[in-house]
Nanobody
Framework: QVQLVESGGGLVQTGGSLRLSCAAS????????MEWFRQAPEKEREFVAG????????RYADSVKGRFTISRDNAKNTVYLQMNSLKPEDTAVYYC?????????WGQGTQVTVSS
């Protein structure tokens, strides 16, 4: 089992920045990638960004390319999502997920609200 705890969400104005963190604990040796997803009210959960745990390869949804940056600190078992130039349409609950040899694990989510 892997436990994930997200933090860093909040209320920000359009054009502002936030940095989300996701700390993993438990059987972290099985993690091979971590991802961020988000879910806005009455919408499906969507992929935002992902990073491989060993090589650090990244990928992003088109809607956030150039504005969001995913990174990781292997020593701290933590993944980050730096979000710049935020827009009202970025408002959602943000979830991190750990892809492990034993399955996919989710955090509890953190709310991000961007005011216009």
């Amino acid at each position: 089992q892997v436990q994930l705890v997200e933090s860093g969400g909040g209320l920000v104005q359009t054009g502002g920045s936030l940095r989300l963190s996701c700390a993993a604990s438990g059987r972290t040796f099985g993690i091979y990638a971590m991802e961020w997803f988000r879910q806005a009210p009455e919408k499906e959960r969507e992929f935002v960004a992902g990073i491989t745990w060993s090589g650090g390869s990244t990928r992003y949804a088109d809607s956030v390319k150039g504005r969001f940056t995913i990174s990781r600190d292997n020593a701290k078992n933590t993944v980050y999502l730096q979000m710049n130039s935020l827009k009202p349409e970025d408002t959602a609950v943000y979830y991190c997920a750990a892809l492990c040899t034993t399955g996919k694990y989710w955090g509890q989510g953190t709310q991000v609200t961007v005011s216009s």
